[in-house]
């Protein structure tokens, strides 16, 4: 008897602690829900924003290939999207000075992609410099001017590249809403998967060749979009129009 009362009051102790976890992640969750531009930051103050309070920030990746891009800026245009935002990797951008220009010229924001595609998680503080400096050489010849914004090429990143983007200049851009769209899941998929987005959403995009069912998605995608009475804003016009709490990143 004494020793099931023993296990009982084990029992009782592990319920609890699971119980208090769950309150505490539930806590957790409805502070997040609270912010306004929920960012990464370092406890210093360098911030990665990844959604803001109003409006969609499409976004799209390009690190390489020679296919798709094209083809998605003409079907923008058709559908009269006059905000959206490339980030662009400077090993594909030299290669591609007319599309980079085609971008320019529509009017859309380009954010930084490094230059090669690399984990800036996995290497030095002084690659991830060296990257960054290099792709900014690119655009610098290419006479691309006023870039403000940094992506990491695989997305993943730590406090490391805050404080490195802080020093250059670069504000740190990941996303809310990621379209999955470089898996070519199906057009269906991609447009469930942005269907997602609310106010605020920073939507992941690629226009790389191996998206291979982005553009066929696009129309559909906007139409949902719209259908919400959202407006489509680049990236930096939905920083300029938010206000922004800190989440540390370790």
């Not at 998967?193 to 605020?200: L, M, S």
């Not at 790389?208 to 959202?230: F, G, M, V, Y």
């Amino acid at each position: 008897m004494n020793f099931f009362m023993v296990i009982s009051a084990r029992r009782m102790k592990q319920y609890g602690l699971v119980i208090l976890t769950a309150l505490f992640a539930a806590w957790f969750l409805f502070l997040q829900n609270m912010l306004h531009t929920p960012v990464f930051s370092t406890s210093d103050g360098p911030k990665a924003i990844y959604k803001g309070e109003k409006n969609i920030a499409l976004t799209f990746n390009i690190g390489w290939g020679d296919e798709r891009a094209v083809p998605i800026l003409k079907t923008l245009k058709e559908e009269n999207v006059k905000s959206a935002t490339f980030f662009l990797s400077g090993s594909w951008a030299e290669r591609h000075p007319d599309v980079v220009a085609k971008i320019v010229e529509e009017g859309y924001e380009i954010g930084l992609l490094g230059y090669s595609y690399k984990d800036y998680s996995d290497i030095k503080d002084e690659e991830i410099t060296k990257d960054i400096s290099k792709a900014q050489q690119v655009f610098k010849k290419l006479n691309v001017k006023d870039i403000e914004l940094l992506r990491s090429p695989t997305g993943h990143f730590d406090k490391r590249l805050l404080k490195i983007g802080e020093r250059f200049g670069y504000t740190v851009v990941h996303w809310s809403i990621d379209s999955k769209d470089w898996t070519n899941p199906g057009v269906d998929d991609i447009v469930q998967n942005v269907d997602q987005a609310r106010k605020g959403d920073i939507i992941l995009l690629h226009a790389s060749d191996s998206a291979k069912q982005t553009n066929k998605a696009l129309p559909q995608l906007l139409e949902e979009i719209r259908s919400k009475n959202l407006s489509l804003v680049t990236v930096s016009e939905m920083i300029s129009n938010s206000s922004a709490r800190n989440e540390e990143i370790k």
